[in-house]
């Protein structure tokens, strides 16, 4: 049997801005996949707010991750034929309020400094754009966590500094961040960071 992960114990505090480094293979994306309550450890516990995942059924796994946590990619996964703030949209698409919704979403794209771009596709927009465009999509329903797999690694470095500021902010309100990442700019701005080796924390 493999195991991805060896004894993991690990504690995300409100506001902290954590960062994941380790050789590829180590595990990174296995443990980013439990943080985001879409794998559930075959052994050991992950808990959201003293509320054990294991114990959830699908659905409830799913409202909870819905309405605590947040994603940001390396490629960004825009939808290459809905706008930016369609974009930002997409995870509220089932919500009843769309005037909130659009709302919402329009705010964050100007807190990101896009509000000049809401109705560019993708395909108009710079990768730095691209991925403030999906850091704004992280954030629409208000999750406790953001999660980000490699979130500076298309992007130079002073566009990376961009988005890791937003990233600061982003602390300052409380949410916390978990970056995985071999892009040392982003273990700068992390309070804290992690190494990951064969599947142990060190």
């Known amino acids: 049997m493999l195991r991805a992960l060896k004894g993991i114990d690990l504690t995300v505090r409100s506001g902290e801005f954590v960062a994941i480094v380790g050789p590829s293979g180590s595990g990174k994306s296995t443990l980013l996949n439990q943080l985001g309550l879409l794998d559930t450890p075959t052994e050991g516990t992950v808990t959201v707010e003293g509320t054990a995942v294991s114990d959830l059924s699908v659905a409830e796994r799913t409202q909870l991750r819905k309405r ?4 940001v990619f390396q490629n960004f996964y825009l939808i290459p034929t809905l706008s930016a703030v369609e974009n ?17 979403a329009t705010e964050l794209l100007e807190r990101v400094g896009l509000g000049d771009r809401l109705d560019h596709l993708p395909n108009q927009l710079s990768g730095g754009q691209k ?4 850091v704004a999509r992280s954030l629409v329903n208000d999750p406790d966590l953001l999660l980000a797999d490699e979130p500076t690694g298309n992007l130079d470095r002073d566009t990376g500094s961009q988005v890791l500021g937003e990233f600061g902010r982003i602390t300052d309100e409380g949410v916390a961040v978990v970056a995985v990442t071999h892009d040392e700019q982003v ?3 992390a309070d804290r960071t992690i190494e990951l ?3 142990n924390l060190r």
């Open 88 to 104: 930002v949209k997409v995870p509220r698409l089932l919500e009843r309020d769309r005037r909130t919704t659009h709302r919402r």
């Open 187 to 189: 273990t700068e701005f």
């Open 68 to 71: 605590t946590v947040g994603f």
């Open 131 to 134: 991925q403030r465009v999906a």
């Open 197 to 199: 080796v064969d599947g």
